[in-house]
């Protein structure tokens, strides 16, 4: 409680100091329009785009660009993204993260939602992302946040936040028929349907997806997999209502635990996992009420899991004055879940209802001129497992001028412990009567990340644009499996060494991002990015290294680049040409990365066809360190063809 | 004792901050009084105790109009500043759509306004597009021609 006394009486005065200001506007309507026709104003700066104006390192793709990427599903797309790492593990997962901690385990610091749901997982921290099969057709655009954004969007968006924002059904009128297939993605098919019914605007979809396996040497895995989605959104003037539903096939190789001879047993599965969700949406002015239930039914070889979460949120917008406004919101969100216990993966039940109620606000100050924008805000929060937390951000932006800006924030972040870190216990088996156990801890602090970060921006001409991102990251408190004590326990003639969670170590992240995209002529648009990042993990003292820091460290590579060259060519074509680049990383188990895909694309009256080429340099390639279930990912081309009417 | 160190300068900050913030005025403010003397000089067919200031695009100036506009009287009629495009008095847009006779449109005259904004020398005027005047079903007093840039659009 005492740590967030002192930040509650901050926004106190914050309030307070609020109030008479905005009696003190003096009232210009009393003024004539002679005399208002003297008064000396400033203009503001031009109307903000997404970008410009906003004290953070954002990258939004926009329609333009998922069309001319050729990506077919959310994780190609974002490799365009400076910053992020998309590591595909196998045909039907992927690891994302942002800023550093990758891998399959530490990929849980980044806040997904799509439409303002959530669809980050409590129960490992992370998203799967082979079940949010958005149409890409009807995606207005994604905001991807880089840094912490604790104080709007709380717990878990620590190094990141994706915000995919999807079309107004009155942008989505009319049929849109696509379908296609290729060599990895053996065929895909989309249904849209937009229209009007007395008030409402809606449109009703479907869609399909069939992936092959991935490449691995001996040739045996069992990775395709496929997804049927469906769903609508329906608007009523500031009313929206939405939803879906999935279920996908997954095959996978499978380690199952067994507590007598052989104790491991290698087999392929096919699981099922299926799930939907309804939101509905109430958007006034200055307030908005956004509510939403999700459920995610995972009947998977090593889990059962059925996942019902709610979630409920009040903004509100108040305008101090012309040049302050105020923002707050309440948030409550409340988890179920229901697990069966396998050999491999047991849950211990959440002592209370796992519910979350949380509280922001945020006070925006823009100076006379527009030229200086302070923001202040935190976020305080209350769940079951960590108790109060805390997430303040003060974030300055400075316009140089109409082509220049500068901003720096500071911000604490924090990630609340996973469910299989909290009361997870997971047994792994070997050859021998020996079983290794990650044992959850039930008193597992929340991670937290103090960030600084300092931007700049320019564009230079209607042709020219970059971007400049520093960080530097400091954590405490990270969890880590604690390899230096583990407990041995000798039962019914085998052996359990159990390893337990705790918040074992620390260290900084510091990095840098740049990009630029130029229009070098009418016809020909280039977008590059390089980014670095340099990881420096280490054990908290009373800890021993078992080099789990340094393997952290390593799991991300330290530079990436990528350059995206689009022509319009005569005649109607469009190519698109990208080049990315990985440095090695994890000791050079996985080699530097060089990539290259390409688009090329033709519209002639409503039709659209386009022909897509994906790592293209070597016939299979290592994206994720190695694992039982890891493969390779193809080259990969296909053919996919829309309409529009 | 870091963490009430940390308090005071957010305090401070944030003192300093509403200090330079004073006195200044921001085009979107004379906007919003400009606006207000708009409806004083004119008038409309209809005898509605509303009148309707629609302002779909600028977020910003939505907000500063609604503060200093909202809850004011103008010849019986109260103001209302409102989100949306159709059932307007007032409407203050980029695009104008069909069938605005009776809307007192303001945006770019190019686009078929009936006043624009200009800012000349960091100080806000405005122009009248005389073409469409004459089309208007509203009545503009001679008043507010007199103080205006007159433009053929």
Redesign the interface.
Known sequence: MK?IG??L??FA??FL?GGP?ALA?????S????E?????????AK?PEAIWNTPAAITVITPQDIRRSGATDLPDLLRMVPGIRVEQVNAHSWDISIRGFNGSIFANKLLVLIDGRSVYTPLYGGVFWELQDVVLEDIERIEIIRGPGGTLWGANAVNGVINIITKKPKDTQGWLISGGGGSDERGFTTLRYGGKADDWQYRIYSKYDNYGKGFSTTGSNTDNWDITQGGFRAQKDKLTLQGDYYQSNIDSTVSNTLYAPPYLENTHSTDLARGGNFLADYRE??WSFKTYWDVTDLQLHDLNERRDQVDMEYNRIV?L?????ITWGLTYHLNVEQESNTNYLIIRKPPHPDQVFSFFSQ?E??????K?K?T?GSKFEHNIYTGFEFEPN?RLLYHINEQNEVWAAASRAVRTPSRLEESGILTAATTTPVFSRLEGNGDLKAEKLRAIELGYRNRLSENISSDLALFSDYYDDLSIVDLGDPVTEHTQGFSVITYPYDNGAQGEVHGAEISTDIRIKEWWKLTAYYSYIKMSLKMKPGYTDAGLGRSLDSATPMNSSYMRSSFDLPRGFKFDITFRYTSSFYSGTIPSDPEVDFNLSKEIKGWRVAISGWNLIDSHHKEAVPSLTSTQVWRAWYIKITRHF | MRKRTLSITLILIFILSRAWGQGMISVDEVKAAFIFHFIDFTQWQDKEPVCYVCVPQDERLRRVSRQSLEGKVIDGRKILVVDRWDHCHVLVADQIPSMTDSVLTIGPINNGSLLEFKLIDHRLRFAVNIGKLKKTKLKISSQLLKLAILENG
């Not at chain 1, 026709?37 to 400033?42: R, T």
């Open positions: 740590t002192i930040p009486a901050v005065c914050l100091l200001d506007q003096p009232d210009l309507t003024l004539s329009m002679e208002l026709m003297n008064i000396k104003v400033y203009s503001a109307k002015d200055d305008s004055s012309a040049r302050q406004d006070d100050l823009r100076s006379w001129d527009d200086w302070l202040i003060v």
